[in-house]
């Protein structure tokens, strides 16, 4: 039976008379996928509940963040239990200060963390400081990579703006826009190039260390390695966005992945367990430039709130005391391994990327290395399965440049389910 869509149909009508494409995030419009989005009544677990009552296995996973799954219950006893608390204290409580050094244990190469909102705080704080710490302007990144929206990261960037076709935002002076250069990733010839034009300018490199803005793209072996050398040699800082990546693949980072240590980290989604949260990280001597001991200043009102906290300490402490990596890698592997079969039977060129629990489909004759070779995918086809597969209970990311994520609450039958559904959805 087709599934209905009546009262998400009235609702964003309504949604889109006092919201900006009746969404507060633009990937969350669906716009290229060929349907008004869905609106959402409760989630549980691995599954998603519309208004019009129809239940979804959930692979968007808000974009990252509920690697335990939707309204995990030592979550929700967290967040429950610190509310009746306070929500907001405007000075520093004892969750924060166990959180963070949780953090800077998981990590070698933080000393010191900041907390702050959202990804988008961390990564521009953490531009602030790079520029501060080098007292240089430029910042190099690259095509396809997100950062979040802050101004210096809004040229030629995955996620949102790849998926709304706009290559760069309006309302960003030039005199920003100048002092962002992008270069290819996997290619570090093209960052080579850049060191030799401006050798004493560069005040960073921001890099997803295994990017997840253009579909999961994972570097080429010693890219990583070459990107740490060559800022090492003209003296620019390395940031690791590890917005996605944080606790995603181990209880850690990329960097612990690959033994790099980047000189700032940032990190969000997964450490605030569902709620919202961002921060940025490095050594003492470049964290000691942020105000109050230093003269970079960031501020933020709710920054390091006891709610956001709690869900992260609750997520941070499953993580580290459950098996859920090798739980989430195992269905993972499962689910893309008969996908990869089930697309080769019918006949159906693709690139299957995977790593952990995260993985893309592509829609392509070519192997997929560059960002080049994203672009050149077959959206037209994704937009059909999304939409088939919507119909059968299967709520996969609306836009072939997010990564479907699975969660320690996918179940065998949930996996199972999606490939039968999968199978018939040609
Ligand atoms: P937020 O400001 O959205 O919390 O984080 C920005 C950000 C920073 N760095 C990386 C690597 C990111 O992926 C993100 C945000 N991710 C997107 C989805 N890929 C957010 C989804 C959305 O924009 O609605």
Redesign the pocket.
């Known amino acids: 039976m087709q599934n209905k869509f009546e009262k998400s149909e009235q609702l964003f009508s309504k949604a889109c008379e006092f919201m900006p494409g009746g969404v507060n995030?633009?990937?969350?419009a669906w716009t290229h996928i060929g349907m008004d989005p869905v609106i959402i009544d409760h989630a549980q677990k691995s599954y998603i509940y519309d208004v019009d009552g129809n239940k979804y296995i959930d692979y968007i996973s808000s974009?990252?963040p509920l690697i335990l799954g939707h309204a995990y219950p030592s979550v929700v006893k967290a967040i429950t239990e610190t509310v009746k608390n306070g929500t907001s204290f405007g000075a520093t409580s004892e969750k924060e200060i166990e959180f963070c050094s949780t953090i800077c244990e998981t990590f070698p190469s933080i000393d010191m963390i900041r907390l702050v909102n959202?990804?988008?705080?961390?990564?521009m704080s953490a531009l602030r400081l790079a520029r501060a710490y080098t007292e240089r302007d430029i910042v190099i990144k690259f095509e396809g990579?997100?950062?979040?929206?802050a101004d210096s990261f809004l040229m030629k960037a995955g996620?949102?703006l790849l998926t709304e076709e706009i290559p760069s935002s309006l309302g960003v002076p030039k005199a920003i826009a100048q002092n962002t250069i992008t270069c290819d990733f996997n290619n570090i010839d093209s960052v080579k190039a850049v060191f030799k034009k401006y050798p004493q300018s560069i005040a960073a490199v921001i890099v997803?260390p295994f990017p997840?803005?253009m579909g999961l793209m994972l570097p080429r072996t010693r890219f990583l390695k070459e990107l740490r050398k060559i800022t090492r040699e003209y003296k620019t800082l390395l940031i690791f966005?590890e917005?996605?990546s944080g606790y995603r693949y181990l209880y850690g980072g990329v960097q612990n992945i690959c033994n790099i240590e980047p000189d700032l980290t940032?990190l969000?989604?997964i450490i605030g367990g569902g709620l919202p949260i961002?921060a940025y990280g490095g050594k003492k001597e470049i964290m000691s430039l942020v105000a109050p001991i230093g003269d970079m200043y960031q501020a933020g009102t709710l920054s390091g709130n006891p709610l956001a906290v709690s869900a992260g300490i609750a997520t941070l402490n499953e993580l580290k005391n459950k098996n859920v990596y090798e739980n989430i890698e195992y269905k993972t592997k499962v689910l893309t391994k008969e996908l990869e079969n089930i697309l080769s039977k019918k006949g159906i060129p693709h690139d299957i990327h995977q790593y952990g629990s995260v993985f893309s489909i592509f829609f392509t004759d070519r192997l997929v290395t560059t960002f080049k070779d994203v672009i050149t995918t077959d959206k037209i086809r994704y937009g059909k399965i999304f939409r088939n597969l919507l119909q059968k209970g299967i709520m996969l990311p609306p836009s072939p440049y997010?990564v479907c994520f699975v969660s320690f609450s996918h179940t065998e039958d949930d996996i199972h389910k999606t490939l039968k559904d999968y199978k018939s959805c040609f």
């Open positions: 995030s633009p990937v969350r974009y990252g959202s990804g988008t705080e961390a990564t990579c997100y950062h979040g929206h996620s949102g997803e997840a803005n966005d917005v996605i940032t969000g989604k961002g997010e």
